[in-house]
């Protein structure tokens, strides 16, 4: 079984920079697509990034060109770059990954395409 830990969350200004990461353990994702979504106080999850198995990425256009995802398969691990951070991208973020059914080149955008779920780390950003 697959277990997801994000770290790398805090307080920040707006305008600075912060990396996530999101450390499986229990079996290698480096074929697993991997996610990184979002939930605001009051407001549904949304999608942040994706990768897909073969390293193709997506965004959503909210963080386009400010927000990079990543993976580290010898860590294990998959990252988020945020920089130019905005007050409106406070939330907490959380790593998904998808473990079956997984198409090489396809970057998954929906919550409920994903199947293992971290719990979680608090971004927020001060204005």
């Known amino acids: 079984q697959v277990q997801l830990v994000e770290s790398g969350g805090g307080l920040v200004q707006a305008g600075g920079s912060l990396r996530l990461s999101c450390a499986a353990s229990?079996?290698?994702?480096?074929?697993?697509?991997m996610g990184w979504f979002r939930q605001a106080p009051g407001k549904e999850r949304e999608f942040v990034a994706g990768?897909?198995?073969?390293?193709?990425?997506g965004y959503a256009d909210s963080v386009k060109g400010r927000f990079t995802i990543a993976r580290d398969n010898a860590k294990n691990t998959v990252y988020l770059q945020m920089n130019s951070l905005k007050p409106d991208d406070t939330a907490v973020y959380y790593c998904?990954?998808?473990?079956?059914?997984?198409?090489?080149?396809?970057?998954?955008?929906?919550?409920?395409?994903?199947?293992?779920w971290g719990q979680g780390t608090q971004v927020t950003v001060s204005s």
């Open positions: 998904a990954a998808r473990s079956s059914g997984v198409r090489i080149s396809y970057v998954y955008l929906e919550d409920d395409e994903y199947d293992i």
């Open positions: 229990g079996r290698t994702v480096s074929r697993y697509a």
């Open positions: 990768i897909s198995w073969s390293d193709r990425t």
